[in-house]
């Protein structure tokens, strides 16, 4: 059957084709340009925005600030440009003196996460590897992502004509040290994991990640995975068969156990399984604030008797508040059950996190931890002279 199209009719189509054009480029703008910043704006706010926060005349010669925990690599950010949004970039971590920030990555995250219960069916990663137009590989390959990230922030450390560096052994972090007492105006991060499920199922994977300068890994995230069980997780089991496999391919290249958001159950098996040294990279305390989130007085105890080394947060859910006084209070009750060598602090900066300042808001913390009583040799342990020390005793060799 032959359909006749007249000209007017021929006219209209192509008018409403070029109009549908026009409101798909749009639409794609819009998508592929804003959508990712505003997401990242939205979700990493800033209460108090704190500029030029009062600091002890003492503050800017801490000779190591460091912290445990921050995820600005999950966003489209220019790590070496100041923002006015989020909560960390090199800028922003030279002003607060600071000498090294482990960037973690998060690879997967269900949808309505929550801290009770999560399963692994949805994820809202996927959507965004796209609308940041990361590469292909990366949108719907969970390892892909994570080595991504880390390619990302050896990148920086390249463009960033040499005031940015990557640290990833006891050699590295010697020599850095040796460097930052010469020059102040340089700082360094460092490569963690959120969520061994991004080894996806095969932990030759763990050897990628490595070889990519991953330096410590968090078992589980909010879902409970093939190695362990998630704090946040439906079953919230321990660690498997496979799991234990991992946990000594991990001792075996020095790679850190990270026990945040691992279950109760993960906890024990792991401290029952292995002497290799663990950290709680950001945390609360179920002492302070109670929820599934926190560690138990049980747990911490346990943590501490094994060296280990825990960092707290600075957001609500970890410490019931998100001034630094809360912080604080957390860390006094940290450091009077464990030891002050075994607090640090583990921000979750950029982590989809509301917080009342930025990293350049650090001095803050100083100031509510000499109110909680802390003295000053004290307080450049837990600013970072405590994971400092705790890389050069666990960190590979070289
Ligand atoms: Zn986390």
Same mark, same amino acid.
């Given at each position: 059957m032959l359909i006749f199209i007249d000209q007017s009719t021929d006219r209209m189509l192509k008018k409403i084709a070029r109009v549908f054009l026009v409101i798909l480029v749009i639409a794609a703008v819009i998508f592929f340009g804003f959508v990712p910043g505003m997401v990242d704006k939205s979700k990493n706010t800033v209460a108090l925005k704190v500029v030029n926060p009062p600091k002890q005349s003492w503050y800017d010669s801490i000779p190591f600030i460091a912290d445990l925990h921050c995820d600005e690599l999950l966003w489209d950010r220019n790590l070496l440009a100041e923002h006015t949004y989020g909560h960390v970039d090199v800028p922003r971590m030279l002003k607060a003196n600071m000498a090294l920030q482990v960037f973690t990555i998060v690879s997967k995250t269900p949808k309505h996460m929550n801290i009770e219960h999560n399963d692994s069916k949805t994820d809202n990663i996927t959507l965004l590897s796209f609308a940041q137009l990361?590469? !292909? #590989?990366t949108w719907f390959n969970v390892t892909n992502r994570a080595l991504n990230q880390c390619s990302e922030l050896h990148a920086f450390a390249e463009k960033s004509n040499g005031q940015f560096r990557v640290i990833t052994s006891k050699a590295t972090l010697q020599q850095y040290i040796k460097d930052r007492a010469a020059n102040h105006n340089i700082t360094a991060g460092m490569l963690g994991i959120e969520g061994a499920h991004c080894l996806n199922d095969d932990i030759e994977n763990l050897y990628k990640v490595y070889n990519a300068g991953v330096r410590y890994i968090g078992l589980a995230h909010f879902f409970d995975n093939e190695w362990a069980g998630s704090?946040?997780?439906? #079953?919230?089991?321990g660690l498997t068969a496979k799991g234990k496999e991992l946990v000594k391919k991990m001792d075996s290249l020095h790679v850190i156990i990270d026990l945040a958001h691992a279950s109760p159950k993960t906890i024990d098996d792991v401290l029952a399984f292995t002497n290799s040294p663990v950290i709680v990279s950001h945390t609360g305390v179920q002492g302070v604030c109670n929820n599934t989130r926190n560690l138990s007085d049980a747990h911490l105890l346990s943590i501490g008797k094994h060296n280990g080394l825990v960092g707290i947060g600075f957001w609500e859910t970890a410490v019931c508040g998100t001034d630094a006084a809360a912080t604080a209070r957390t860390i006094r009750y940290v450091a009077d059950k464990i030891g002050v060598d075994k607090v640090a602090l583990g921000s979750d900066f950029d982590g989809a996190i509301g917080t009342? !300042?930025?990293?350049?808001?650090l001095p803050l913390i100083v100031n509510a931890l000499l109110k909680e009583g802390f003295n000053r040799n004290e307080i450049e342990m837990i600013m970072g002279g405590n994971v400092r020390d705790f890389f050069l005793r666990n960190l590979p060799e070289k």
């Open positions: 990361r590469p !292909f #590989n704090a946040h997780g439906i #079953n919230k089991g009342h !300042f930025d990293v350049t808001g």
